[in-house]
């Protein structure tokens, strides 16, 4: 390893020596016109320049490339020179000026009749088209560089014109005709034995299934790309292979395989010396480190991307970034943090057009803004969010349709040329027949294929119209019912207020909504039945469960809030094994909870008391893989309905018994429950107002009977 590290940096240093040797040799020779070779040498030299990331001198050289055609007024040799410094651009990711120098490019080559020069400046084209979302301009260039490569009978190159527009496909959501066009690709490779593009047109197939979500056979693919490229030998296309493995094994939880893979590509883009492939290998490693909660690594490496990246206008890879340093923000909860990264990826993606990155990132700050309680600026964002989306669903649908004229333009033309060859083989077959007359029935033969042919590329048309026709109406239903998600959006926006952003659970605004239709229920089936209306009903009380972790500011203080909001997460599961789906569960406020169990009988409160006080206490709450802490709770509850004529006010009654008893069970050793169970006629007192001399009063003279788990008398009031 060691050897070809040094094997690659001696490379770069005679190519950087060599780059300066012609750039010398024009400066100190302008107005010498130059012969064919050297014209080539500086061509290799700009692509070389590129290809190692050394854009400065890729731009000099093609400087002094163009002063050197221009001196040599050779049209095709123009056409080159624009075609250079349009891969430059692109390189940049400066699109428009790149589109401007490859046009040139194309009335130059056309100019000279360089048809695959011609072909491949249609496809470059298409690429930029590609790369700003302008799907449709992308497949008209793509498919008329095609139809160049398919009249120059270039197998190669056809296989390249079917990966480019498997791409687009790709990128258009068409994934079936992208996956034919990658696997048509693939075949024409083979055939032509190019292992290079073998290995490419199966690491596109490996992207493809990535995007369909088929992680398994995408790694197959992968894997069987990087063994080609390895046997292939080319660095570049090994890093490449690395580093979607990296990010693949991460994405599916293989820490230790992304983290090999990320390193190797991270090496062998440094040795090759292309800066801004390197950077894309850290983005992947720090993604990697949030996966496996190395903050501070992922913090660093990100930061460290994003400031090479402005500095060196890397703009799709600094759009990127800014996502990732988001998504870290959001997870750190540094939420002010991610609004500064959303807003500077938000003007980045609007200037280089890349909608559906700025779709996400107005995404992330409607989830920032609700996590901050901002609801009504979190719903002009998702407006905003609703607004693009809309957007590029309408462009995918124009571009869709496009996508299927252009195919049926590429086939009727197709038509046309395979009609002229069939009149020529008729021509010939003619002339033929007036030589010797015994090859009468094979011209029969051949004007019977003729027609059966002819038949076989109607019926395609026709199919490629149907397909037309169902895909626009497909479309069109897929808009209207986008159009009904903005009403969905404020239904959300309501449903996100009435929740603990912590745990999920319902709040205490959800409760307060809820809580007095259920008391008034409760009430007249006990109003029906004491006036002989009804039966006595059964499941008809409503207990009102005060919950709260023992000590719990002890562990905060101790192990940090994060292990706290941990052991408040998982609180939550152990109240939802405890109670029914049909109750109540509410977060009070800090590690005060309540539950109300809804339509029960009260002599069921004290066992699902029990229950959950042992659930919380028997088994430890996990804060990793490593580590768990041993907690309890102490639980208070109330029974309901009251006597008739006890309060006006039941639900503070309630709530204020529950509490009583809940500082009770705290008072007299924790870890356990204490509740009232039943009443008298009629309560002494307003229960809404009761403090806990009053309580121990009432309990005293038999107005109230409550139940416990403590073996010791109860102690109402703090100890002294």
């Given at each position: ?6 094997t ?7 190519r950087r020596?060599?780059?300066?040797l012609l ?14 070779s ?8 700009v ?10 001198s890729a731009?000099?050289?093609?400087q ?24 430059n ?14 046009e ?5 080559y056309?100019?000279?009749?360089a048809?695959l ?6 496809r470059?084209?298409?690429?930029t088209?590609?790369?700003q ?7 008209e ?12 009978n270039?197998?190669?190159a ?7 527009i498997?791409t ?15 696997q048509?690709?693939?075949?024409l ?10 290995a490419?047109a199966?690491f596109?197939l490996g992207?493809?299934h990535?995007v ?6 995408a ?5 069987q790309?990087l063994?080609?490229?390895?046997a292939?030998?080319?660095?570049r ?12 094994y ?7 395989q992304a983290?090999?893979?990320?390193q190797?590509?991270?090496?062998l ?6 800066p ?6 850290r983005?992947?490693?720090?993604k990697?480190a949030?996966?496996?909660g ?5 913090v660093?490496?990100?930061?460290g991307?994003?400031s090479?990246a ?6 799709s890879?600094l759009v990127d970034a ?6 870290l923000a ?6 002010d ?7 500077a990826?938000?003007?980045l993606?609007?200037?280089n057009?890349e909608?559906?990155?700025e779709?996400?990132?107005?995404q992330?700050r ?8 901002r609801?009504r600026?979190?719903?002009?964002a ?7 989306e ?7 649908r ?11 333009e ?6 046309q ?6 009149q020529?083989i ?9 030589r ?5 029935w ?6 019977a294929?003729?027609?059966?042919l002819?038949l ?5 048309q026709?199919?490629?119209n ?11 239903a ?6 009904n998600e903005l ?21 205490r605004?959800?409760?307060?909504d ?5 008391l008034?229920?409760?009430?007249r ?8 209306k ?6 008809a009380?409503l207990?009102?469960?005060m ?13 940090g ?11 939550k ?10 109750d ?9 909870f ?6 029960i ?5 004290s066992q ?14 996990e ?10 709770c102490?639980?208070g ?14 639900w503070?009654a ?15 050793g ?8 039943h009443?008298q006629s ?11 001399t ?15 788990s ?11």
């Amino acid at each position: 390893m060691t050897c070809t590290s040094v094997t690659v940096k001696e490379k770069c240093s005679v190519r950087r020596l060599r780059y300066l040797l012609l750039l010398v040799m024009w400066v100190s020779c302008p107005s010498v016109a130059a012969a064919p070779s050297e014209l080539n040498s500086l061509r290799q030299a700009v692509a070389e320049a590129r290809q190692q990331g050394e854009m400065d001198s890729a731009d000099q050289l093609a400087q002094q490339y163009l002063s050197a055609a221009i001196a040599q007024a050779d049209q095709k040799e123009l056409g080159n020179v624009y075609y250079q410094l349009g891969r430059n651009a692109m390189e940049r990711n400066n699109y428009p000026q790149a589109r401007e120098y490859l046009e040139q490019a194309v009335s130059q080559y056309k100019s000279a009749a360089a048809t695959l020069s011609l072909a491949n400046a249609l496809r470059q084209l298409g690429q930029t088209f590609r790369y700003q979302s302008d799907y449709q301009k992308a497949l008209e260039y793509l498919y008329q560089a095609m139809q160049l490569y398919q009249q120059l009978n270039d197998p190669s190159a056809i296989a390249s014109g079917y990966n480019s527009i498997g791409t687009t496909l790709e990128k258009m959501g068409q994934y079936e005709q992208a996956l034919q066009a990658h696997q048509q690709s693939l075949t024409l490779h083979y055939q032509t034995g190019n292992k290079s593009g073998i290995a490419s047109a199966i690491f596109n197939l490996g992207d493809l299934h990535r995007v369909l979500g088929d992680t398994s056979q995408a790694l197959s693919y992968f894997q069987q790309a990087l063994e080609l490229d390895k046997a292939n030998g080319n660095l570049r296309d090994i890093a490449y292979s690395h580093n979607k493995l990296g990010y693949l094994y991460s994405e599916s939880g293989d820490y230790q395989q992304a983290a090999d893979h990320l390193q190797q590509a991270l090496s062998l883009f440094e040795q090759i010396s292309a800066p801004r492939d390197a950077d894309w290998a850290r983005t992947n490693q720090a993604k990697l480190a949030m996966h496996q909660g190395n903050f501070p690594q992922a913090v660093t490496l990100i930061t460290g991307v994003i400031s090479r990246a402005t500095v060196h206008n890397y703009n799709s890879l600094l759009v990127d970034a800014y996502k990732l340093a988001t998504e870290l923000a959001i997870t750190m909860s540094e939420y002010d943090t991610a609004l500064t990264y959303i807003d500077a990826g938000v003007n980045l993606a609007r200037q280089n057009l890349e909608r559906a990155d700025e779709a996400q990132l107005w995404q992330m700050r409607v989830n920032v803004l609700l996590q901050q309680d901002r609801p009504r600026e979190a719903l002009a964002a998702l407006m905003q969010q609703n607004k693009l989306e809309d957007d590029i669903f309408n462009n995918k649908r124009v571009s869709a349709i496009a996508s299927i004229q252009a195919q049926t333009e590429f086939i009727r033309q197709q038509q046309q040329i395979d009609r002229l060859q069939q009149q020529q083989i008729l021509q010939q077959a003619l002339l033929e027949q007036h030589r010797w007359s015994r090859n009468f029935w094979i011209l029969g033969l051949a004007a019977a294929f003729i027609l059966l042919l002819s038949l076989y590329r109607r019926l395609i048309q026709k199919r490629l119209n149907q397909r037309l026709s169902q895909q626009v109406a497909a479309r069109t239903a897929e808009l209207h019912q986008k159009n009904n998600e903005l009403s969905l959006a404020y239904q959300q926006l309501e449903t996100i207020s009435l929740t603990d952003k912590l745990t999920g659970l319902h709040n205490r605004r959800f409760l307060e909504d809820h809580i007095e239709s259920d008391l008034e229920h409760c009430r007249r089936m006990q109003q029906d039945w004491q006036a002989g209306k009804t039966a006595r009903p059964k499941g008809a009380d409503l207990v009102v469960f005060m919950i709260d972790l023992d000590n719990f500011k002890a562990l905060n203080d101790t192990y940090g809030h994060s292990i706290g909001d941990l052991i408040l997460k998982q609180l939550k599961h152990r109240m939802q094994q405890v109670f029914r789906q049909t109750d109540y569960l509410v977060r009070w406020g800090g590690e005060e909870f309540v539950a109300v169990a809804r339509f029960i009988e009260r002599e069921d409160a004290s066992q699902l008391a029990g229950r959950f006080v042992e659930s919380v206490h028997s088994a430890p709450f996990e804060v990793d893989k490593q580590h768990s802490l041993n907690v309890s709770c102490s639980v208070g509850y109330a029974c309901y309905p009251f006597p008739e004529g006890a309060t006006t006010r039941p639900w503070p009654a309630l709530l204020r018994l529950a509490d009583l008893c809940l500082y009770a069970a705290k008072y007299s050793g924790r870890n356990g429950w204490v509740g009232v169970q039943h009443y008298q006629s009629a309560l002494p007192l307003d229960a809404a107002d009761v403090d806990a001399t009053q309580l121990q009063r009432a309990i005293a003279d038999g107005d109230i009977e409550i139940c416990h788990s403590f073996t010791d008398t109860l102690n109402w009031l703090p100890p002294v």
